[in-house]
């Protein structure tokens, strides 16, 4: 995992594309039952890590703790801090025992030891999973995102820490991107982690990300979609019935005719981001193919 300690740290949601992707495969390899069965994260009592604790012990017991969230009874995690470039890291075997060292820093900042590990545990289960990506960096985006549609990557976010002097930042998606993700999670599983965090750097971005999510979960043709932009979607609708074109790059529904001839309209689920296709016809209920969600739709 990265180590963004003193540098700038990279804002906005400059990763989207690639972090909804990874929630769609997630729900892929996974299912929407596997999925819900992470229905409650992990507490901040369960990772709690204060100074007064043995250094490896205490790294042990939250790595436990860790293991038992992301449901891998048979993966022993054996935990080390050594001078090292990186935050942390993880050596991938057959198990059953998996080694992950992290950097010296985490000696006397505790409370972040936490989050390290959920990214590191993290990768562990992607690997018996076998869910990985084309590359280092989607892989890296994929391992963050999973974290925290899973329950444990909130930890992540709330090691965020920025001000005039210096910053500090772990894993790979922005501030903002982690609160999106955590946004997501928290409709879909009913859950307010608002009360768990320590940083309000971390409160502050994940507010911006929730605000981005709730935008996106009132995007037409869902019946929930502002008034501005259902008056957007029938212009649209329009000139796919008079002018057919390509959709725009980055639009968030587009228009195409199905088999039938019949015209169509994709959008993403709000849900799991893979994309739905129902036809223009008014008022319609669709299912998620994928996660089984059920859209109100008024196409």
């Not at 963004?4 to 990279?10: A, I, K, L, S, Y």
């Not at 639009?251 to 709000?270: K, M, N, Q, W």
């Amino acid at each position: 995992m990265p180590d963004g300690v003193g540098g700038p740290v990279e804002h906005g949601f400059v990763h989207l594309r690639a972090v909804r992707a990874a929630i769609g495969a997630l729900y892929g390899r996974m299912s929407g039952d596997g999925v819900r069965a992470y229905a409650t994260s992990l507490p901040p009592a369960g990772v709690a890590f204060s100074d007064a604790d043995d250094l490896h012990l205490g790294a042990q017991r939250v790595a436990r703790a860790l293991v038992r969230h992301l449901r891998l009874p048979d993966a022993r995690m054996v935990v080390g801090f050594r001078a090292m470039e990186h935050a942390a890291s993880v050596e991938l075997t057959a198990g059953p025992e998996y080694f992950i060292e992290l950097n010296d820093r985490f000696r006397t900042r505790r409370r972040d030891v936490g989050a390290a590990l959920a990214h590191e545990i993290t990768h562990v289960l992607l690997h018996r999973l076998g869910l990985e990506l084309p590359g280092t960096r989607d892989n890296e985006i994929l391992t963050d995102t999973v974290a925290t549609y899973l329950g444990a990557g909130w930890l992540l976010l709330d090691a965020f820490r920025e001000d005039a002097v210096s910053s500090q930042k772990l894993g790979y998606l922005t501030p903002e991107e982690f609160g999106y993700v955590l946004a997501l999670r928290a409709e879909a599983f009913g859950e307010d982690p608002s009360p768990w965090f320590t940083s309000p750097q971390g409160y502050a971005a994940y507010t911006r990300g929730r605000a981005r999510a709730e935008q996106d979960a009132r995007c037409p043709p869902l019946t929930v979609a502002g008034r501005a932009g259902r008056l957007r979607y029938a212009a649209d609708r329009h000139r796919a019935r008079t002018r057919p074109r390509p959709p725009a790059p980055g639009a968030a529904y587009a228009f195409g005719a199905g088999a039938d001839g019949e015209l169509r309209v994709s959008f993403p689920c709000p849900t799991c981001c893979r994309r739905v296709r129902v036809p223009v016809r008014g008022r319609v209920r669709a299912r998620c193919g994928l996660c089984g969600t059920v859209l109100e739709c008024d196409t």
